[in-house]
C-alpha cells in the first residue's frame, strides 16, 4: 500500500501555454506544473530564439529583459500569467 502511495506523489498535473498566451509571437507550446516553469520555459525560448537571429521574437525578449525595470508593471505581468495559468485545464 505504500509504494501506491509514493506513486501519487509523483504524479504531475502539467499545464499549457503557448509562447504567444505569454507575450511572444508564436505557438510554441510551453509545458510546466506552475506557472514559474512555464514562465522559466518562455525565458529559455526567447533567448534561443533572439540567439539564432530571428527578429520575430526579439520584442518579447527586450519585454522579458525589461519587465523588472518597472517592478509594478513586472507584478502585474506576474500576477495575470499566474491567473491565466491557475484558470487553464491540466494536460
Request: contains cysteine.
Amino acid at each position: 500500500m505504500t509504494s501506491r502511495i509514493c506513486q501519487l506523489k509523483d504524479v504531475r498535473f502539467v499545464k499549457t501555454m503557448t509562447c504567444e498566451q505569454l507575450g511572444g509571437p508564436c505557438d510554441l507550446a510551453l509545458k510546466g506544473n506552475t506557472a514559474d516553469e512555464v514562465i522559466k520555459a518562455q525565458d529559455s525560448h526567447l533567448k534561443h530564439m533572439v540567439a539564432g537571429g530571428d527578429a520575430a521574437h526579439a520584442s518579447a525578449f527586450a519585454s522579458m529583459k525589461g519587465r523588472w525595470r518597472n517592478p509594478i508593471a513586472g507584478m502585474g505581468w506576474y500576477r495575470k500569467v499566474k491567473r491565466d495559468f491557475a484558470a487553464l485545464p491540466t494536460d
